[in-house]
């Protein structure tokens, strides 16, 4: 059974390559919450959360988990406590959808240790809750966008870690396929922290939002305080009509160029 | 918001691929082969030896049973001293390679790498080349192995020195820092050869850049044997990491495998392996190339399974191409590693071929 628990970055600070990109990050997310990260390209949100899965280190700060200190465990024991949908799976060899799912058995696994009882009920409760069961048997490349975000997620999910990043999860699915995974996401319970690009998606889908500019949090709290046509056109550039969603308390934007250009 | 879940699950096929049967008839095939081929290769030759007495002569080395005088002292000779130990050889050499090849394809994540794209293949030529020309030979007889291994060390060295950057080791960069090396000892060992201009030279050079098992004798089995057992079981016990090594860094790291750190042990393992067989057997090219790619036709990427599939294959596979090798054109001998290079090339045409077809579903 999955654990719930909280994540907190304090004072995160990442450098690539001398240079740093995430400079000061605070950020909370509460026991089976949501929360957002939003922002312009290149305002750190990947970076962000790929020192949170220990992708980068971090150049300063802390990042717990339920108290635990994320960067002073060992890799493995971090992977049992954070999940992820990193931006790229690479898919150079061929892989089948259960034993791409099946990998995120790998943090739970010593030397040697073979596949017991209880992976296989745990790596199938994931396909089944993905809703992918029946396509354990295809080759991961020959399945669409859709499929293939589904396929990582249940992997995410039989990693059984009470945290769950998601990385621009949505990137190259269509209209129905982002609700469908973003649903998914919601039904599991579980903590999550997710970077999003599509506005309305993060205002539909999150608790609460951190807005990301240059590295740093320049607003943070529910959707519907931060998606306002001030912010909007400071942080993003464009113009912002909200209105809401019909039968429900989410604020939905419509964009357009600033100062009224374009059609 | 409207929930728009996907529908309950198909009925399920069976949730997991029939992977078990497949691998264990894999391997009983693969087995087979190996020991057909094992004894076709003690059989075969220019020295006839009768089936029943090829027997009679291992039974009475391994056991002191039986009649030393029913045999002749060639005929001894040639199936216990020569014959035999050639085989094995081949056995552990294919394996070696069919090995160090699935690792390389993982740790340059390319399942169209082979080891000498790390330049090794090379280091091995100039350090032994640089033996035979200066005729310094510290070690007696053992040198051009000892310098073969020392200059595939060399490379491996700088390789890794040239792809270090931010101490990630990134696939690419390793690839073309073992592209840029191959390159500068292939004209250095050119050089070497010119300024010999002996064929003794020439014939030596030849040796090592395509491969030979003629030198195979029972003392020159227990290194690369002990070395293959070693780098298999590193490797056995790095499976489930290496499978997420596949999936690139951001992935492993998700799942608790920092990626910069285990493709350092794995260069190491490769070079030591790599650098072993190439000292003993030369440049046998192809069958890091080939084997792996035709095992993962046959039981998938996961290393648990792929490994031994591959060490099976790559035994069998060089084994058979020996005999080859030695009877093809008999009396005189091929260098293996010209036959596996032209069995390799059209093999390795079909399997991009078909690569292409699974990846576009064309």
């Known amino acids: 059974m999955i654990t719930v628990t909280n994540l907190d970055l304090h004072d995160v600070h990442v450098t690539i390559a001398g240079t740093p990109v995430v400079t000061g990050v605070d950020l909370t997310v509460p026991s089976g919450r949501r929360v957002g990260i939003i922002g312009p390209n290149g305002s750190g949100k990947s970076t962000l959360l790929r020192a949170v899965y220990r992708h980068l280190p971090l150049a300063r700060g802390r990042i717990t988990v339920g108290g635990e200190d994320l960067w002073r465990l060992t890799p493995r024991r971090a992977a049992q406590l954070v999940a992820a949908l990193p931006q790229e799976t690479r898919a150079d060899f061929d892989v089948t959808v259960w034993e791409m799912a099946a990998m995120g058995r790998t943090p739970h696994k010593r030397p040697f240790a073979p596949d017991t009882a209880e992976d296989t009920a745990v790596v199938t409760d994931a396909l089944v809750h993905a809703g992918v069961l029946q396509l354990a048997h295809r080759r991961y490349t020959t399945l669409s966008g859709g499929e293939k975000q589904r396929v990582l997620l249940a992997r995410a999910l039989a990693q059984q870690a009470p945290i769950l990043v998601l990385d621009e999860p949505t990137n190259h699915l269509d209209v129905r396929h982002q609700f469908e995974l973003l649903d998914l996401v919601s039904s599991t319970g579980t903590t999550v922290v997710a970077a999003l690009h599509d506005l309305n998606l993060a205002a539909a889908y999150c608790d609460h939002l951190y807005v990301l500019a240059e590295g740093r949090v320049v607003a943070h709290g529910p959707p519907h305080d ?38 | 918001m409207t929930a728009l879940r996907p529908g309950p699950p198909k009925a399920p096929t069976g949730p997991r691929p029939p992977h078990r049967r497949v691998t264990r008839a894999a391997h009983a095939v693969l087995a087979g082969v190996l020991v057909i081929g094992l004894a076709a290769s003690v059989l075969l030759g220019t020295v006839e030896v009768p089936a029943g007495t090829v027997a009679r002569i291992i039974v009475w080395h391994l056991t002191g049973h039986g009649d ?19 085989a094995l050889l081949a056995a552990l050499v294919g394996a070696g390679l069919a090995v160090s090849g699935t690792a390389t394809q993982a740790l340059v994540r390319n399942p169209l790498a082979d080891p000498y794209v790390l330049g090794l293949t090379y280091g091995a030529a100039v350090g032994a080349v640089a033996v035979v020309i200066t005729g310094v030979a510290p070690l007696g007889g053992v040198s051009t192995g000892v310098a073969a291994f020392l200059g595939a060390l060399g490379a491996f060295a700088v390789v890794y020195a040239l792809a270090r950057a931010g101490g990630t080791l990134a696939p690419l960069r390793l690839i073309l820092s073992g592209m840029a090396v191959t390159y500068a000892l292939s ?32 003392a020159a ?3 690369p044997a002990a070395v293959l057992a070693a780098t298999m079981i590193a490797l056995l016990a790095q499976a489930r990491p290496l499978n997420t090594l596949l999936l690139g860094d951001e992935t492993a790291a998700s799942l608790g495998i920092p990626a910069a750190r285990l493709r350092r042990h794995l260069f190491l393992l490769i070079a030591l392996l790599t650098g072993v067989m190439v000292a003993l057997a030369g440049g046998v090219g192809f069958i890091g190339l080939i084997v792996p790619h035709a095992a993962r036709l046959l039981v ?4 648990r399974r792929l490994l031994p599939v591959a060490a099976l ?3 069998g596979f060089l084994v058979l191409v020996d005999i080859a090798a030695r009877t093809a054109l008999h009396p005189q001998e091929l260098p293996v590693g010209v036959v596996t290079s032209v069995i390799g090339a059209p093999l390795f045409l079909w399997l991009v071929h078909t690569r292409a077809r699974d990846t576009t579903g064309l």
């Open chain 2, 221 to 223: 089995l227990g290194l």
């Open chain 2, 300 to 303: 998938g990427s996961d290393h």
């Open chain 1, 226 to 263: 931060i998606l306002t046509p001030r912010l909007v056109r400071e942080v993003f550039g464009v113009d912002a009509h909200v209105t809401r969603v019909p039968d429900a308390d989410v604020p939905h934007l419509i964009l357009r160029p600033q100062d009224g250009a374009g059609p």
């Open chain 2, 68 to 86: 030393p005088g029913a045999w002749s002292v060639s005929q001894d000779t040639v199936v216990w001293n020569l014959r035999l130990p050639r």
């Open chain 2, 187 to 218: 004209g250095v060992t050119s050089f070497l050869v010119l300024q010999a201009d002996d064929p003794g030279t020439t014939h030596s050079v030849l040796f090592w850049l395509f491969g030979s098992l003629a030198e195979a004798n029972w």
């Open chain 2, 313 to 315: 294959a790559g035994a």
